[in-house]
């Protein structure tokens, strides 16, 4: 019986020896932040502002790069607009990269995710996403494997990532057990500040809004106006965003953020005489619920 005891005993020594380099990443990490002199738990402002209650403004607190999607020549873009966040003699990016990837959720693309954050990217969006399973597969994606320090209730959804991140942990300016301390889906992982954002784009993704924000891993959703209206059958033949159908429809993904309480965001802002609202834009976004903006602040004066 002794035995027993001491072999179970020397498993919680030798599991909690396991978990040392994680607590001293962390230490380190907050400390590095802390040094930095911006007074900030985060490296990542969306989450900060997020968590404040506050929205995030591509160009102010987050950086929406040139989209991969529909665009073939634009990986030099990327790789211009990533150095442009670092330049020379700088410890640490001047804003939070965020990319759409030119696959849709039905496609394989966790090589395209795996070599993007690799290089420094610390937001992908997937365009098309219309079920659990294909937010569950996005959500993998952005995973390293978990480790077997890692506790059980942050496992699910299995990471699939690959390793070759040197050039993302020197683009944050730290070392690669701080990286891969944060390199996580956040909320997901509490430490972890990279984001997968889902595209939410047609009638059947809207209707499924309240299971896909349920994911974890999840880090927000972004209605995609001009799609939607396509997928609804409502262009003139083009997109026809700016028309109450339409606008029924995002009301209904932000009605969901707020009462699930999940980070969503819009890439359109409605049209006066649309929005029941006296004063449309950004500002009634932000009334709705919305929380992520891929312009600037438009007519939103808040913080």
């Known amino acids: 019986m002794q035995t027993i005891h001491l072999a179970t005993a020397w498993r919680h020594c030798l599991k909690a020896m396991a978990l040392l380099p994680l607590v001293l990443s962390s230490y380190t990490l907050a400390q590095g932040r ?11 402002q969306i ?13 102010e607190h987050w950086c929406n790069l040139p989209g991969i999607e529909g665009d073939p020549f634009a990986y030099p873009k990327i790789e211009k607009a990533l150095a442009d966040l670092r330049p020379e003699g700088s410890s640490k990016p001047s804003c939070f990269p965020v990319v759409r990837i030119d696959y849709y959720a039905d496609q394989d693309y966790k090589h395209v995710v795996s070599g993007l954050l690799n290089q420094g990217l610390g937001g992908i969006i997937v365009p098309m996403v219309e079920s659990v399973s294909d937010l569950t597969k996005a959500v993998a994606a952005m995973r390293l494997p978990p480790q077997d320090m890692m506790p059980d209730s942050l496992r699910y959804p299995y990471g699939t990532r690959g390793w070759n991140a040197v050039s993302a942990y020197r ?18 992982n ?18 499924q809004i309240r299971n896909i924000l349920s994911v974890p891993g999840l880090s927000g959703v972004l209605i995609g106006g001009a799609d939607l209206s396509l997928a609804m059958g409502l262009g ?16 209904k993904v932000a009605e969901a953020c707020v009462a699930m309480g999940k980070l969503c965001g819009s890439y359109i802002s409605p049209p006066e005489g649309v929005c029941p609202d006296p004063v449309c834009g950004e500002t009634y ?4 619920g919305f929380r992520l903006f891929t312009t600037g602040r438009g007519n939103y004066t808040g913080p």
Do not use: C
């Open 34 to 44: 802390d040094a930095q002199g911006n007074g900030s738990p985060y490296l990542n």
């Open 47 to 59: 989450i900060e502002r997020f968590e404040a209650g506050l929205p995030s403004f591509h160009g």
């Open 171 to 188: 683009f944050w300016g730290l070392n690669s057990n701080q990286y891969a301390t944060l390199a996580d889906v956040w909320p997901l």
């Open 190 to 207: 509490p430490q972890g500040e990279l984001m997968i954002f889902v595209m939410i784009e047609t009638p059947e993704a809207v209707r």
């Open 236 to 251: 003139t033949p083009g997109p026809n965003y700016n028309i109450p159908e339409v606008e029924a429809e995002i009301a």
């Open 285 to 288: 976004r932000v009334k709705q």
